[in-house]
């Protein structure tokens, strides 16, 4: 399998939406019926991808599945939880932490990265992912933009942190399906907080270099980590 991109980040976008201008602040924690359908697109072709790319084609998927279909089944599982924990959570954790500071926050799909994440892995056995943002509208400033910022890769930290006794407890298949969530966490971790518009990373060190700095070198030791030296556990 080979990663390129992923995650979505957040977008501040100014004024919110007409309906969030009629209807009044943004309840908490809900999701809307649009900003659910969009989360659905995403998942489901984002685990679709990232399948198809963990067998490095859909050729070599299908040739599998002819042959061996449980163990598409198990990948495509595997590769459906690590969308959920990678980028799912990745992306509420942005939405509600903006929403903390009175923000109007919803994820919205980009249908042409996912269109790109799609093809490329069914092809190529890559997968580049841009699959949408969470749009943020209100008024914070540089420090608060940067905490909005930074809370989606440090979900992933958490994520991956949690899920790394489980590689070390469990052996075999079971034990590489923990890995793999552990993997994706980490590098969109680690990704995002590249200092490039629009990922999260150029939000955060303009906000703190010193956060930056700190943040970058604990994802920067968990990436060392899970690449070097969890397989052994394996």
Same mark, same amino acid.
């Given at each position: 399998?080979?990663?390129?991109?992923g995650?979505?980040?957040?977008?501040?976008s100014?004024?919110? #939406?007409v309906?969030?201008?009629?209807?009044? %602040?943004q309840?908490k924690?809900m999701?809307?019926?649009?900003? &659910?359908?969009?989360?659905?697109v995403?998942i489901?072709?984002?685990?679709?991808?990232?399948?198809?790319?963990?067998?490095?084609?859909?050729?070599?998927m299908?040739?599998? =599945?002819t042959?061996? #279909?449980a163990?598409?089944?198990?990948?495509?599982l595997?590769?459906?939880?690590?969308?959920?924990?990678? =980028? =799912?959570?990745?992306e +509420?954790?942005?939405?509600?932490?903006?929403?903390?500071?009175?923000?109007w926050a919803? =994820?919205r799909?980009?249908q %042409?990265?996912?269109? *790109?994440?799609?093809?490329?892995?069914?092809?190529?056995?890559?997968?580049?992912?841009?699959p949408?943002?969470?749009y943020?509208?209100?008024?914070?400033?540089?420090?608060q933009?940067?905490? !909005?910022?930074?809370?989606?890769?440090l979900?992933?930290?958490?994520?991956?942190?949690?899920?790394i006794?489980?590689? *070390?407890?469990f052996g075999?298949?079971?034990?590489?399906?923990?890995?793999t969530v !552990?993997?994706?966490?980490?590098?969109?971790?680690?990704?995002? +907080? *590249?200092p *490039?518009?629009?990922l999260?990373?150029?939000k955060?060190? &303009?906000?703190?270099p010193?956060v930056?700095?700190?943040?970058?070198?604990?994802?920067?030791?968990? +990436?060392?980590?899970?690449?070097?030296f969890?397989p052994?556990?394996?």
């Amino acid at each position: 399998m080979s990663l390129g991109a992923g995650g979505g980040g957040s977008i501040f976008s100014g004024e919110p #939406p007409v309906y969030y201008q009629t209807y009044g %602040q943004q309840r908490k924690g809900m999701l809307s019926d649009e900003e &659910k359908r969009n989360l659905t697109v995403a998942i489901l072709a984002l685990t679709a991808a990232l399948t198809m790319a963990m067998f490095g084609g859909l050729s070599r998927m299908y040739n599998t =599945f002819t042959e061996e #279909p449980a163990l598409v089944g198990y990948i495509a599982l595997v590769a459906f939880v690590s969308t959920t924990t990678g =980028f =799912f959570l990745h992306e +509420m954790a942005h939405k509600f932490v903006a929403q903390r500071y009175g923000c109007w926050a919803e =994820f919205r799909y980009s249908q %042409q990265g996912l269109f *790109i994440a799609l093809i490329l892995s069914a092809l190529a056995g890559f997968l580049f992912a841009a699959p949408g943002a969470v749009y943020i509208a209100g008024r914070i400033d540089k420090r608060q933009n940067g905490i !909005i910022s930074i809370a989606g890769p440090l979900t992933n930290v958490a994520v991956a942190a949690v899920a790394i006794p489980l590689v *070390i407890v469990f052996g075999g298949i079971i034990a590489w399906g923990f890995y793999t969530v !552990i993997y994706f966490n980490a590098f969109l971790a680690i990704f995002n +907080m *590249i200092p *490039i518009m629009p990922l999260d990373g150029a939000k955060v060190v &303009k906000w703190s270099p010193g956060v930056y700095i700190a943040g970058i070198a604990a994802m920067g030791a968990l +990436m060392y980590f899970v690449w070097v030296f969890l397989p052994n556990y394996m």
